[in-house]
């Protein structure tokens, strides 16, 4: 009588769960290389990659105009260029429209740096005219809602939390 080949405890072939572990770790070294930076895991075609790398980041790009149309206006002929070197370095991971106000931020140097790593270095990005400047600052701060300093918090808690229906 032949053995029966081993089961993994969830009920699933031991070659099978192998080969989904494999399969996910190679989908995930592919998406770190297309959206975060990585490098190109084996067996992937490099000028592939960076084909569909630059059809992301225009597409990012695209959808960013959509949700802040204000962006590719103040910033020009700028524009692309910026999105581009901001999304070499920061994978979107809020939304759209966080992305949209994190870019401003960054543009303005009001967000740290979190890219993936120290030995890239500073970022390429377009310096900003003053007029620029200002109007990207007025843009942000519009669409971000104020940091409750220490007034704010002790007037919050005096203020009673919610009105009860007399009956």
């Known amino acids: 009588m032949a053995d029966a080949p081993y089961v993994a405890p969830g009920g699933e072939p031991a070659g099978l769960v192998a080969a989904r572990r494999r399969l996910a770790t190679a989908q995930d070294a592919l998406l770190s290389s297309l959206v975060a930076g990585a ?3 084996p067996g992937f075609d490099g000028d592939r990659l960076a084909a569909q790398r630059r059809a992301l980041v225009a597409k990012r790009a ?3 105009a959509k949700v802040a149309p204000e962006l590719p206006e103040i910033l020009g002929e700028d524009y692309p260029r910026a999105v581009r070197a901001y999304a070499a370095r920061h994978p979107l ?5 966080r992305d949209a106000v994190a ?8 967000a740290p740096d ?3 790593g120290p030995e890239r270095g500073p970022e390429p990005g377009p310096e900003l005219s ?5 109007r990207l600052a007025r843009w942000l701060d519009e669409r971000e809602p104020p940091r409750p300093g220490p007034l704010r918090r002790a007037v919050r808690g005096i203020r009673p939390r919610g009105r009860r229906e007399e009956r």
């Open 39 to 41: 490098p190109r895991p």
């Open 130 to 134: 003053p007029n620029v400047r200002r």
């Open 93 to 97: 991971t809020g939304g759209y429209r």
């Open 114 to 116: 979190r890219g993936p």
């Open 103 to 110: 870019l401003a931020r960054h543009l303005l140097g009001r």
């Open 62 to 64: 695209g959808v960013l």
